[in-house]
Every structure is written in structure tokens, then in C-alpha cells.
């Protein structure tokens, strides 16, 4: 006889989104940076960021749940989340929901740090620390559900590798970057610190869709591409799967995962080609698992050809996140339930994917 075993669900990119309550984690000498909400006069319904004066970062349009529901409706798939759940002012009821979406734990990332927040090293130091101190509370107060990806200056490599030692201690379970900083690839030899502890920490490097690039943003933003938040945002993701693919990054750091988030997964065998045509010509030996060998994972999403993916890389290296919290064309509060009730995906891939694949790669 045997012994069925259940799945724990694991939403492998699930957001919060920040609130003013965020900056009272800033340190008291800290607080002349605190980030300013703002509504513009002319009436329209988003607010902004202010940091140093400039609009920064990234602010959701705060919508009802009568809204939510009508922006679902017209993108075919469930929105809604709760306004208190998803700013984790009550975590109790964020618990419950993912309880209804039969959710066992979630991992966090930011919504402000998709886009550059600051050029300046004394506030970013600043922004950051506040940042992950109020991940901390909400990973205390969740009982184990709620883990996180760390936020660490870029701008100050000491500081940002303090912030990581702190996150981890504290529930983190990835330390979140951008693909693209300032005019950094994420290939430059100036985050190999970075690199180097998160390995000694045994953190993963989760790139989930951002631009960290104003002059790279600037361009792709054109008012004449209604599409442009797929070149600003998920196409450096994409790009910087090819180049540490196609760089010694990897294999300079053996234990150390990196991650691919919310830029679904039908990509992946191009690049897998793309980076083996480069290889090949250089004369370097081409891995016979692409993702095994490059230490690397990524999230798909339900409108994947996921029995294609894993046809053409195995089953080993994907998960499946909701982007719980979002609105955009990644969201979809049910993708897991979806996802558990596709019928051309067998058992155990599912389970791969819903909990082996995410406890491989996050460190819980």
C-alpha cells in the first residue's frame, strides 16, 4: 500500500505593495529621505512616488475591488485581491485568502524597485533597509507563510551585503535584483561581492522583471509602442538569462541559484539556442542541461505550453507564481488552481512544480 503525500503549495512570486507605512521603518536619521506619496492635481487616479525630488520607483493605481473585479473580467482571469492583504497591513488576512486559494506559502517581492528608485548610495542605503526591516515584521507575523526576497543596495556594495547577512536571518529566501543597473549588466565584475555572499549564505539571486536603466527606460517607453512595459521590463530579464548563460558568472559560483521571475517560460529553449550557437562557435563545450548546469530556475505561467517546456528541459527547474497583488498581463490570482487542473500536465510534474522546484531553489 501506498502512502499518498501532500503537495505543499508554494506561490513562487507572490508582491507586496508599499505603503507610507513602509517608511516608518527608516532609521531616525534616515527620514529626510522618506519616500512622498503623491496624487497629481489633475485628477488622475494614480499616485507616484517622490524620492529626492523626483518621481521614482513604481506605485500601483490603489483600485477597489469592484475595479478589480471589472479589470479581471476584461482580462479573463481573477485580480482581486484584498487592499489590506496586499499592502500585509493585515497579515491575518492575507493568511486567510492564501488559505482560499489554497496557497501554503508565499514568496514576496517588492513593487516599488521595479524601477530605479534612486541614484544616489545614501538613499538607496536608506530606502532599502526600511524596506527589508518591514519584510522582517511581516515574516514574524506570518507564522512561516510569508518569506521574502531581499532588497540590497546596489549602490553601496558594504551596506547591501549587510542588508542581505540581516534578510536572511530574518526570513528571507533570495535576494531580489534587476537585470539591468544604471549602465551595469548584471554580468559586471562589480557584483561579484554581492555574488560571493549570497552564495555563503546559501541565497539564491532571484532577477525578477525590473529596469534599473533610466537611459535604457527612456528609450524603450516610446509613446508610439502601446506594448512598451514588455521591452522596458521582461525582455532585460530574458537578456540577462543569455548572458550568464554565455558568461563564466555561473561556474565562478558553483552552489549559488539564480532565478527568473514573472517573465513566463516559453522563452526558454530560444535562449537555451541562442546561447549553445555562441558557444559552439567559441569553442566551448555545450552542457546537456542547460538549466542544471547554469544553476538556474524559472517561473511559467498557466498560458505557458508548460508539457511543451518541459518536454524540450525537463521538469526540474520551474515554478508557478500568481504575482499576487499585481494587476498587469502576469497576474493571476488563480494560476495555481488553474494550473493544478490541467490535465495534460501528469501528477508529478505538477508537484515539481508547485513545491520540489521552489524548495530547491528559494532556501526555506
Given at each position: 500500500?501506498?502512502?499518498?503525500?501532500?503537495?505543499?503549495?508554494?506561490?513562487?512570486?507572490?508582491?507586496?505593495?508599499?505603503?507610507?507605512?513602509?517608511?516608518?521603518?527608516?532609521?531616525?536619521?534616515?527620514?529626510?529621505?522618506?519616500?512622498?506619496?503623491?496624487?497629481?492635481?489633475?485628477?488622475?487616479?494614480?499616485?507616484?512616488?517622490?524620492?529626492?525630488?523626483?518621481?521614482?520607483?513604481?506605485?500601483?493605481?490603489?483600485?477597489?475591488?469592484?475595479?478589480?473585479?471589472?479589470?479581471?473580467?476584461?482580462?479573463?482571469?481573477?485580480?482581486?485581491?484584498?487592499?489590506?492583504?496586499?499592502?500585509?497591513?493585515?497579515?491575518?488576512?492575507?493568511?486567510?485568502?492564501?488559505?482560499?486559494?489554497?496557497?501554503?506559502?508565499?514568496?514576496?517581492?517588492?513593487?516599488?524597485?521595479?524601477?530605479?528608485?534612486?541614484?544616489?548610495?545614501?538613499?538607496?542605503?536608506?530606502?532599502?533597509?526600511?524596506?527589508?526591516?518591514?519584510?522582517?515584521?511581516?515574516?514574524?507575523?506570518?507564522?512561516?507563510?510569508?518569506?521574502?526576497?531581499?532588497?540590497?543596495?546596489?549602490?553601496?556594495?558594504?551596506?547591501?551585503?549587510?542588508?542581505?547577512?540581516?534578510?536572511?536571518?530574518?526570513?528571507?529566501?533570495?535576494?531580489?535584483?534587476?537585470?539591468?543597473?544604471?549602465?551595469?549588466?548584471?554580468?559586471?565584475?562589480?557584483?561579484?561581492?554581492?555574488?560571493?555572499?549570497?552564495?555563503?549564505?546559501?541565497?539564491?539571486?532571484?532577477?525578477?522583471?525590473?529596469?534599473?536603466?533610466?537611459?535604457?527606460?527612456d528609450v524603450m517607453r516610446s509613446p508610439y509602442d502601446p506594448g512598451n512595459a514588455f521591452n522596458t521590463f521582461r525582455a532585460p530579464t530574458v537578456m540577462a538569462c543569455h548572458q550568464l548563460m554565455c558568461s563564466n558568472v555561473p561556474v565562478s559560483f558553483p552552489?549559488?541559484r539564480w532565478g527568473f521571475i514573472e517573465t513566463a517560460g516559453q522563452w526558454v529553449p530560444w535562449i537555451i539556442q541562442e546561447a549553445a550557437s555562441r558557444l559552439k562557435g567559441w569553442g566551448k563545450p555545450l552542457p546537456e542541461d542547460w538549466l542544471e548546469a547554469?544553476?538556474?530556475?524559472?517561473?511559467?505561467?498557466?498560458?505557458?505550453?508548460?508539457?511543451?517546456?518541459?518536454?524540450?528541459?525537463?521538469?526540474?527547474?520551474?515554478?508557478?507564481?500568481?504575482?499576487?497583488?499585481?494587476?498587469?498581463?502576469?497576474?493571476?490570482?488563480?494560476?495555481?488552481?488553474?494550473?493544478?487542473?490541467?490535465?495534460?500536465?501528469?501528477?508529478?510534474?505538477?508537484?515539481?512544480?508547485?513545491?520540489?522546484?521552489?524548495?530547491?531553489?528559494?532556501?526555506?
Amino acid at each position: 500500500m501506498t502512502t499518498q503525500v501532500r503537495t505543499a503549495v508554494i506561490d513562487a512570486d507572490a508582491h507586496v505593495i508599499e505603503t507610507e507605512r513602509t517608511w516608518d521603518y527608516l532609521d531616525p536619521s534616515e527620514r529626510k529621505y522618506r519616500p512622498l506619496l503623491v496624487t497629481p492635481s489633475s485628477g488622475e487616479q494614480r499616485e507616484y512616488w517622490v524620492i529626492d525630488g523626483k518621481i521614482s520607483g513604481l506605485r500601483f493605481a490603489t483600485l477597489t475591488e469592484q475595479q478589480l473585479d471589472e479589470a479581471g473580467r476584461i482580462a479573463g482571469k481573477n485580480l482581486t485581491t484584498p487592499q489590506a492583504a496586499r499592502e500585509v497591513d493585515d497579515v491575518s488576512l492575507r493568511l486567510k485568502h492564501m488559505d482560499e486559494l489554497g496557497i501554503d506559502l508565499q514568496v514576496l517581492y517588492h513593487t516599488l524597485f521595479i524601477g530605479q528608485v534612486t541614484n544616489r548610495p545614501e538613499i538607496d542605503v536608506a530606502i532599502c533597509g526600511a524596506w527589508n526591516r518591514w519584510m522582517a515584521d511581516v515574516w514574524k507575523a506570518g507564522g512561516g507563510r510569508l518569506r521574502w526576497a531581499c532588497v540590497p543596495s546596489l549602490l553601496s556594495i558594504p551596506d547591501g551585503i549587510d542588508q542581505m547577512r540581516l534578510a536572511k536571518q530574518n526570513g528571507a529566501v533570495a535576494v531580489s535584483m534587476r537585470p539591468l543597473e544604471g549602465d551595469r549588466l548584471i554580468v559586471d565584475p562589480y557584483f561579484l561581492p554581492i555574488y560571493a555572499e549570497a552564495e555563503r549564505l546559501g541565497l539564491p539571486i532571484a532577477l525578477h522583471i525590473a529596469n534599473g536603466s533610466p537611459k535604457y527606460t527612456d528609450v524603450m517607453r516610446s509613446p508610439y509602442d502601446p506594448g512598451n512595459a514588455f521591452n522596458t521590463f521582461r525582455a532585460p530579464t530574458v537578456m540577462a538569462c543569455h548572458q550568464l548563460m554565455c558568461s563564466n558568472v555561473p561556474v565562478s559560483f558553483p552552489n549559488l541559484r539564480w532565478g527568473f521571475i514573472e517573465t513566463a517560460g516559453q522563452w526558454v529553449p530560444w535562449i537555451i539556442q541562442e546561447a549553445a550557437s555562441r558557444l559552439k562557435g567559441w569553442g566551448k563545450p555545450l552542457p546537456e542541461d542547460w538549466l542544471e548546469a547554469n544553476h538556474m530556475w524559472v517561473t511559467v505561467q498557466t498560458d505557458d505550453d508548460i508539457p511543451y517546456l518541459v518536454q524540450r528541459c525537463g521538469d526540474r527547474h520551474f515554478m508557478i507564481g500568481t504575482d499576487y497583488g499585481h494587476t498587469d498581463p502576469s497576474s493571476n490570482i488563480d494560476a495555481i488552481k488553474e494550473f493544478q487542473a490541467m490535465d495534460e500536465v501528469p501528477a508529478d510534474v505538477k508537484h515539481r512544480i508547485l513545491s520540489e522546484n521552489p524548495q530547491a531553489f528559494y532556501t526555506f
